[in-house]
């Protein structure tokens, strides 16, 4: 029912900022919310931010809140990730993922239906 694709990942210096997307996002009849997960090397994946689609509510982890953003394109589909003052422990494999509204716990992955398959974002000192 829902296919995301993320994209935009690569390698930046540290304060630096890079755009990532999560098409599909929005190609939905029914109320969803997606969300951006993270996976490090040897680490478990991290909730960073959400978005309710249908509605301008958002979360973000405390480690990320006011250096990301999650810009929409409702005409596109498409979500993004607004990530500026980049940090080098920000590297890691970033995924969008998607679930209905009433069924996600915004920070819990295991809540969430459909996945992307991953971009990765390196930040070098």
């Known amino acids: 029912q829902v296919q995301l694709v993320e994209s935009g990942g690569g390698l930046v210096q540290a304060g630096g900022s890079l755009r990532l997307s999560c098409a599909g996002a929005?190609?939905?009849?029914?109320?969803?919310?997606i969300g951006w997960f993270r996976q490090a090397p040897g680490k478990e994946r991290e909730f960073v931010a959400a978005?309710?689609?249908?509605?301008?509510?958002?979360w973000y982890a405390d480690s990320v809140k006011g250096r990301f953003t999650i810009p929409r394109d409702n005409a596109k589909s498409t979500m993004y990730l607004q990530m500026n003052s980049l940090k080098p422990e920000d590297t890691a494999v970033y995924y969008c993922?998607?679930?209905?509204?009433?069924?996600?716990?915004?920070?819990?992955?295991?809540?969430?239906?459909?996945w992307g398959q991953g971009t990765q974002v390196t930040v070098s000192s």
């Open positions: 978005v309710r689609w249908d509605e301008n509510m958002t």
């Open positions: 929005g190609r939905t009849f029914e109320p969803y919310i």
């Open positions: 993922a998607a679930g209905l509204r009433d069924l996600v716990v915004p920070i819990n992955a295991a809540t969430y239906d459909y």
